[in-house]
T-cell receptor
Framework: DAGVIQSPRHEVTEMGQEVTLRCKLISGHNSLFWYRQTMMRGLELLIYFNNNVPIDDSGMPEDRFSAKMPNASFSTLKIQPSEPRDSAVYFC??????????FGPGTRLTVL | AQSVAQPEDQVNVAEGNPLTVKCTYSVSGNPYLFWYVQYPNRGLQFLLKYITGDNLVKGSYGFEAEFNKSQTSFHLKKPSALVSDSALYFCAVRDATPSSYKLIFGSGTRLLVRP
């Protein structure tokens, strides 16, 4: 199994631009988590999906952030418009039900 | 509210010596406890978990952790450290209620193993 796949691995963009981060879950997993990691705030849960349905989006910072699961194996996290304070490493993780979460390698986002 | 404390920002140990990375937690009800490791420019990797049963849990790469309910602790241990164990370690907790899904992570402890 290839594990959780994220793309791109690095993204540098200018303030105001739209950013789309992508995640492919481990085959057979049905839970998907998006996290953000920064030095100041550590690891924060942004949104949680179960069986393609968003269950908890209380961690999404503001309306500029949106996430979708168009099918059972794929998810996107979109930031529009992006701001410098969005600079962070974004991880997605998948699990089978409430089992342990498996993390992707992350996307390092830099907004200039 | 659930919380996890990792009281040490960094732990330094010589190769070959035993290591301990500390974790205490607060959760209503029974806890599910996890340890993850993060190497530079990588995602978090699952090391081990405690759900129920034996208080000593064995995991990947020779690591183990001891659940202590009275002290609400779940310290990570290894009998003999390797330089390659140098990384960032995260403790996480989730309560055991059937609807619970959210992992609460500690702030992380950087382990530095010197040759």
């Amino acid at each position: 199994d290839a594990g959780v796949i994220q793309s791109p691995r690095h993204e540098v963009t200018e303030m105001g631009q739209e950013v789309t981060l992508r995640c492919k879950l481990i085959s057979g997993h049905n839970s998907l988590f998006w996290y953000r990691q920064t030095m100041m705030r550590g690891l924060e849960l942004l949104i949680y999906f179960n069986n393609n349905v968003p269950i908890d989006d209380s961690g999404m910072p503001e309306d500029r952030f949106s996430a979708k699961m168009p099918n059972a194996s794929f998810s996107t996290l979109k930031i529009q418009p992006s701001e410098p304070r969005d600079s962070a490493v974004y991880f997605c993780a998948s699990s089978l039900g409430r089992g342990e979460q498996f993390f992707g390698p992350g996307t390092r986002l830099t907004v200039l | 509210a659930q919380s996890v404390a990792q009281p040490e920002d960094q732990v330094n140990v010589a190769e070959g010596n035993p290591l301990t990375v500390k974790c205490t937690y607060s959760v209503s009800g029974n806890p599910y406890l996890f340890w993850y490791v993060q190497y530079p420019n990588r995602g978090l990797q699952f090391l081990l978990k405690y759900i129920t049963g034996d208080n000593l849990v064995k995991g990947s790469y020779g690591f183990e952790a001891e659940f202590n309910k009275s002290q609400t602790s779940f310290h990570l241990k290894k009998p003999s450290a390797l330089v390659s164990d140098s990384a960032l370690y995260f403790c996480a907790v989730r309560d055991a209620t059937p609807s619970s899904y959210k992992l609460i992570f500690g702030s992380g402890t950087r382990l530095l193993v010197r040759p």
